[in-house]
């Protein structure tokens, strides 16, 4: 009789969980520039929703090679931009350069850059601003840091893939 229970209980534990949507792993909000448009990198629906702490965590653990592979796999060869006083492209910014008024300017995407993202766009990653909140994590650090690797690895496996990225 105890085994029959025993049997029950696990058939009755691994039906609760084989039917329960498993949670992304890695779970980055992403949404499109100039839009209010939501969307994410996951090529999946999920139920979840954005929130900054774990938007914060999911940079931390993110893996940029498994991130773009994901990415090629789904045909998505966007860059990564960030929101600040307007989108920055890390790792294809074009550094400073002296306006007509002989003013420092900083350029926030080098002329080298202008057909890559002309051709495959971008996405935002959501939760960056230019607007500091002391209560949170420093976002806007991380998620540069995280679109500056992407970025640069985009471009080298767009390079390596050649003509195959014609949409």
Same mark, same amino acid.
């Given at each position: 009789m105890k085994k029959a229970q025993l049997i029950i209980s696990m058939l009755f534990l691994l039906s609760f =969980?084989?039917?329960? *949507? $498993?949670? $992304?792993?890695?779970?980055?909000? =992403? &949404?499109? $520039?100039?839009?209010?448009? !939501?969307?994410?990198?996951?090529?999946?629906? /999920?139920?979840?929703?954005?929130? &900054? #702490? /774990?938007?914060?965590?999911?940079?931390?653990?993110? !893996?940029v090679n498994s991130e773009i592979n994901n990415a090629i796999n789904h045909h998505d060869y966007r860059f990564i931009s960030i929101s600040g006083n307007s989108y920055l492209y890390p790792?294809?910014?074009?550094? &400073?350069?002296?306006?007509?008024?002989? *003013?420092?300017? =900083?350029?926030?995407?080098?002329?080298? &850059?202008? $057909?890559?993202?002309?051709?495959?766009? /971008? #996405?935002?990653?959501?939760? /960056?601003? !230019?607007?500091?909140?002391a209560n949170l994590p420093p976002l806007q650090s991380l998620a540069y840091d995280y679109a500056q690797a992407y970025n640069k690895l985009l471009l080298l496996k767009i390079a390596e893939l050649g003509t195959k990225t014609e949409r």
């Open positions: =969980f084989s039917c329960r *949507e $498993p949670a $992304p792993k890695n779970y980055i909000f =992403f &949404y499109k $520039p100039y839009t209010g448009e !939501d969307e994410t990198n996951l090529y999946q629906k /999920t139920q979840l929703k954005f929130d &900054y #702490k /774990t938007q914060y965590n999911n940079l931390k653990r993110a !893996d790792g294809l910014e074009g550094g &400073y350069a002296k306006n007509k008024k002989g *003013e420092k300017e =900083f350029i926030f995407l080098a002329k080298k &850059y202008e $057909p890559y993202i002309t051709r495959y766009k /971008t #996405k935002v990653i959501e939760g /960056t601003s !230019d607007a500091a909140n």
